[in-house]
Nanobody
């Protein structure tokens, strides 16, 4: 079983950068698609980014494209979300998630219901 723990959230000002870290205990993450979702107050949890098993293929939600970068280090059982040029609209709880199976089209990879394992979330708050 994959157990995920996020870290790296906190307070930031508009334009700042943060790097979120998702650490896995238990099974290796090398056979899992790793993704990041976020949930702002009063809103549904939404897809942010996803990485294929090797990290060679990625998807991003349009609102973060060009600002956020998802990566992974399978040897460390860790995934990352580098967030640059943060804005107040990025304020949310960020969740790391993992799913088995192939890295398929984005329409499938962005569906939170298809992810089997979730972390507890880390809060990111961006002030203007």
């Amino acid at each position: 079983q994959v157990q995920l723990v996020e870290s790296g959230g906190g307070l930031a000002q508009a334009g700042d950068s943060l790097r979120l870290v998702c650490s896995s205990s238990g099974r290796t993450i090398s056979g899992y698609v790793m993704a990041w979702f976020r949930q702002a107050p009063g809103k549904e949890r939404e897809f942010v980014a996803a990485s294929s098993w090797s990290g060679g293929n990625t998807y991003y939600e349009d609102s973060v494209k060009g600002r956020f970068t998802v990566s992974r280090d399978n040897s460390r059982n860790t995934a990352y979300l580098q967030m640059n040029s943060l804005s107040p609209a990025d304020t949310a709880v960020y969740f790391c998630a993992a799913r088995s199976g192939p890295f398929s089209e984005m329409a499938v990879m962005r569906q939170r219901e298809t992810y089997h394992y979730w972390g507890q979330g880390t809060q990111v708050a961006v002030s203007s």
